[in-house]
């Protein structure tokens, strides 16, 4: 395998050249936290909706500072609660059906046929 890998590096050497090739057109949009700074974030010309908010460097949440017809409403996201085991549980049986098995497990166990295992 070393001899087919002969005269070139792994990883990051990329054998493509930029001659003639032309980027993309674009625009600049300026963004302003509430601590005062400013973030330039380029977007590509043709963009359709620009976000009205963007993540500041200090951590804060900066608003596009000229909004203009393109900018995006914010979508408020829809946040579904975690999903617990014991909610999972109940999508598969009825409570009457988990009682059944306690009672049949706990016979089991007070018969002797059932071990307890217990972790070291």
Known sequence: MAESMRGSRLGWVSYER?????????HYVT?????????????AAEAEDLPS?????CGATAQ?????????????RVVRPTRTHWD????RRSIAELEELLEERLALLHAGE????RSA
């Open 31 to 43: 963004y302003r936290c509430p601590n005062g700074h400013r973030s330039l974030v380029p977007f």
């Open 53 to 57: 908010e963007w993540a500041c460097r």
């Open 88 to 91: 999972m549980l109940l999508e």
């Open 114 to 117: 059932l071990s307890v295992r």
């Open 18 to 26: 930029d001659e003639g090739v032309e980027p993309a057109e674009r």
């Open 64 to 76: 596009i500072d000229v909004p203009s017809a393109k900018v995006a409403t914010p979508v408020e």
